[in-house]
């Protein structure tokens, strides 16, 4: 099969939708890790140090990430999938699952006046599910041609270094404050 053309094989398609729930769970392992580790500064590059929106979009981005990466080497390479095709897929996913938790909650809270723990929870699931949707159906349709890798590897690097970045120099608006503590980024600084 090539890889630019038709529909992306059994088993690529399989470990893309095997990817929501073990993204949401690893996710969920994350959101543990930093206190788990004492405050420990590497786990704090992976983990929200945290309780602001932007700290938690931590939890889909690196175990999405993780999954493609494993994905390709284990399926895409086998489905003849390119490398600037899978990673343009990846970077829709990781795009789509962030800016969608992001708007969810500002939505919601505007909408109530308040957050609730229970709708964040369900929005980062709903947010890793249509990210990797839409990713699988441009992929399975062939709807990412060939693409740039270049210009996908840089979109998900530019989202990476944002998250590591904004964890130690976080910008003083509301996306980056800890909403229990007033507090911003991990030195937790007023």
């Not at 931590?58 to 003849?80: E, H, Q, T, V």
């Not at 490398?83 to 938790?101: D, E, T, Y």
């Not at 839409?134 to 992929?139: E, K």
Request: include cysteine; charge should be positive; aromatic fraction near 14%.
């Amino acid at each position: 099969m090539n890889g630019e053309k038709g529909a992306l094989n059994k088993a690529a398609r399989k470990w893309l939708l095997w990817g929501i729930p073990a993204a949401f769970a690893l996710g969920t392992v994350l959101h543990f890790l930093y206190d788990w580790t004492d405050k420990s500064v590497l786990a704090g590059l992976i983990s929200p140090v945290n309780e602001s929106i932007w700290e938690h979009l931590k939890l889909p981005f690196w175990p999405l990430l993780l999954w493609w990466g494993a994905g390709y080497f284990f399926f895409g390479k086998r489905a003849g999938v390119t490398p600037a095709r899978w990673f343009s897929a990846c970077a829709l996913s990781l795009w789509v699952s962030v800016l969608f938790i992001v708007v969810l909650h500002y939505t919601y809270e505007g909408a109530i006046g308040g957050e609730t723990m229970l709708v964040d929870i369900l929005g980062m699931l709903a947010g890793i599910t249509l990210g990797q949707l839409l990713a699988l159906r441009a992929l399975n349709r062939a709807g990412i041609r060939g693409g740039s890798l270049a210009l996908a590897l840089a979109a998900i690097v530019l989202l990476a270094a944002a998250l590591l970045a904004f964890t130690f120099v976080p910008p003083k608006i509301p996306l980056f404050r800890d909403a229990k503590s007033g507090a911003y980024g991990i030195y937790n600084e007023k």
